[in-house]
C-alpha cells in the first residue's frame, strides 16, 4: 500500500479505489448483514477505468478493498435503525458497556456498506480504531481523510464531524467514547450524495501501520523473552492518554503455542481479540476460546491466564482498566499436559 500525500478522490475515482458513534441496542433490528452491492462506476467512464495509467495508480490500493461482508475480520451485529442518522445500511455490536467494574467507556463496532455513512454530528471524545475495510473520517474545515484497517484516529469533545465507506468497500471500526458528554451537541445533517460524490480526500496522515505488517494493527518490530511468558510476544502500543477518557490499550502477539502465567491485575483487565485464535482462562472457569472480535473480561484481583493456540499467532488488544489501583502479580503457569488439553481450536 502506498500512502499518498494528497489524492483528490471524485467519485468516478473513488468507485474503483475502492459512528455510528452511541447507537443503543434499543435501536437495532435483527439482520444478516447480507446485501447485493451495486456498481458506483458512473457511465461514460470506461476510457478513464481502461487506463494503463489509471489501473497502476489504484493498483496499490486493491488489497483494501472489502467486497464483501465476509472479507471483514470482526461480526458485523445488527442492523441500526435510527432514523436520519445515516445514510446507507449500517451495523452495530455492542463491545463493552461502561459499568462499575471496570469504568471504561462505552465501546461499539459499527460495520458501514459500500457508500454508507453517518451524519455531520459531534458528541463527546471519540476514539475510532478501524478493523477492516476503505472508509473516511472528516472534521469540519478539514479535509476528508482516507482511512485503512489498523488506523487509530481521535475525534475530540464537540467537533463536527462524519465518517463512512468508501463507495465500492465495506467498512469496520471500533468506536470508544465518551458517552457522559455534557457539551453541546450540534443538530444531525446528512452528508449529501452531492457531497460525497466529489468529496476531496487525502490519506490518513496519522497512519503508523506499516506495509509488511501482517496484524490489524501494528505489531512490534522487536519480540520479547519474558519468564511470565511461555514464549515470544511482541509488545506495543496502540494509544495513550486519549479523547474518550480511556486507558491505554495495549497491542500483544503472541507467537503459535504462547501464553502466558496466572496473573491478576488489582484494576481487572479487559481483552479485544483480532487475529488468529487463542484462549483465556479465570481461575474456577472453563476455558474461553477467543475469535476476533471477541471480548473478554476479568474483573479486578481475579487470577487468569491468557494467549495463543498452537498453530497460528494470536492477537488482542490488553486494556488494563482502573489504573491508578495497582499493578500486576504473577504466579505459575498451566503445565504443558493442560495445554494440550485445551478446547480443539477450527479456524
Sequence with gaps: MRILKRAVLPFAFMSLLLSACGGNTSQLSEGSGSADQSSHIAAGND???????????????????????DGLTFPIGNT????GAFTGTVYLASMIAEDEIYHFP???????EPGARSNWHSHGGMVILVTGGIGYYQEEG?????????????CAPGV???????????FSQMVVFDSGYSGAHDGETPVTDAYYEELEAEEYTGRNVTVDNGFMFQRSDQAVNMQTFSGL???????????????????????????????????????????????HQMEGEPVEVLYPGDVAFCPPGIKHWHGGSADMEFAHIAINTNPGTGGVEWFGRISEKEYSELPVISK
Design 47 to 69: 476510457n478513464i477505468v481502461n487506463d494503463p495509467a489509471y489501473k497502476q495508480e489504484i493498483s496499490d490500493f486493491d488489497s483494501d478493498i472489502v467486497e464483501t461482508s
Design 160 to 170: 463536527r464531524h462524519w465518517h463512512g465507506a468508501a463507495p465500492d468497500s465495506w
Design 233 to 279: 510476544v511482541y509488545l506495543s502500543d496502540i494509544i495513550g492518554e486519549n479523547v474518550a477518557g480511556a486507558p491505554g490499550m495495549h497491542y500483544v502477539v503472541f507467537e503459535p503455542g504462547v501464553i502466558n502465567n496466572w496473573h491478576t491485575h488489582e484494576g481487572g483487565q479487559i481483552l479485544i481479540a483480532t487475529d488468529g485464535i487463542g484462549y
Design 106 to 112: 462505552q465501546t461499539n463496532h459499527v460495520t458501514f
Design 142 to 154: 478539514s479535509t476528508a481523510q482516507i482511512i485503512r484497517k489498523g488506523d487509530v484516529i481521535e
Design 80 to 83: 441500526v435503525n435510527i432514523p
